[in-house]
T-cell receptor, first 111, second 112 residues
Framework: GEDVEQSLFLSVREGDSSVINCTYT??????LYWYKQEPGAGLQLLTY?????DMKQDQRLTVLLNKKDKHLSLRIADTQTGDSAIYFC???????????FGRGTSLIVHP | DGGITQSPKYLFRKEGQNVTLSCEQN?????MYWYRQDPGQGLRLIYY???????QKGDIAEGYSVSREKKESFPLTVTSAQKNPTAFYLC???????????FGQGTRLTVV
């Protein structure tokens, strides 16, 4: 089946930028998402990008999409300790409407 | 406020028992999904339903059952056939406009 891959851990210092990377295999992906999960909670949508876009910026968040390489990244500027969480990349194909998730990247922010 | 409600938040099950996890949404979404989350494995799809009275198996449906008698409700039953049921279970729904998945807060099931 289709697959979404992420690195499992990222550690940054408070105030630095964080970049979380994701690759996907489904060439028919129409929507790509970033979700945040805090301990013991459900997933919260951070941002999303349509497959016909290259970049989307939303306050401290920047999403870059390289459709040729099937690579998606999430950059968090001025990372804060409150950004510590698990971040999931997900894609949805145009026909199925079934979200496929990566394993999640644990972001640890050091003071 | 619109959203998805999962209950209970914590659930304990004895071996050999069936238990049912509740998922209710008031977002008027047609599609609903159940995922299982284990540490380091991300979210795996158990069952999904894209319309009332219809549902499909996901990647790990064995030992689980669902029903979709109402648009708002998609309960998941974890049967005694599920050999390793201890996990965090997440319910989601998707609307038609953006395919954004809305999630409940999850149910943590523990076998005792």
């Amino acid at each position: 089946g289709e697959d979404v891959e992420q690195s499992l851990f990222l550690s940054v210092r408070e105030g630095d930028s964080s970049v979380i990377n994701c690759t996907y295999t489904d060439s028919s992906s129409t929507y790509l998402y970033w979700y945040k999960q805090e301990p013991g909670a459900g997933l919260q949508l951070l941002t999303y990008i349509f497959s016909n876009m290259d970049m989307k910026q939303d306050q401290r968040l920047t999403v870059l999409l390289n459709k040729k390489d099937k690579h998606l990244s999430l950059r968090i500027a001025d990372t804060q300790t409150g950004d510590s969480a698990i971040y999931f990349c997900a894609d949805v194909s145009g026909g199925s409407y079934i979200p496929t998730f990566g394993r999640g990247t644990s972001l640890i922010v050091h003071p | 406020d619109g959203g998805i409600t999962q209950s209970p938040k914590y659930l304990f099950r004895k071996e050999g028992q069936n238990v049912t996890l509740s998922c209710e949404q008031n977002l008027n979404h047609d599609a609903m999904y159940w995922y299982r989350q284990d540490p380091g494995q991300g979210l795996r799809l158990i069952y999904y339903s894209q319309i009332v009275n219809d549902f499909q198996k996901g990647d790990i449906a064995e030992g689980y059952s669902v029903s979709r008698e109402k648009k708002e409700s998609f309960p998941l039953t974890v049967t005694s056939a599920q050999k390793n049921p201890t996990a965090f279970y997440l319910c989601a729904s998707i609307g038609d406009s953006s395919a954004e998945a809305f999630f409940g807060q999850g149910t943590r099931l523990t076998v005792v």
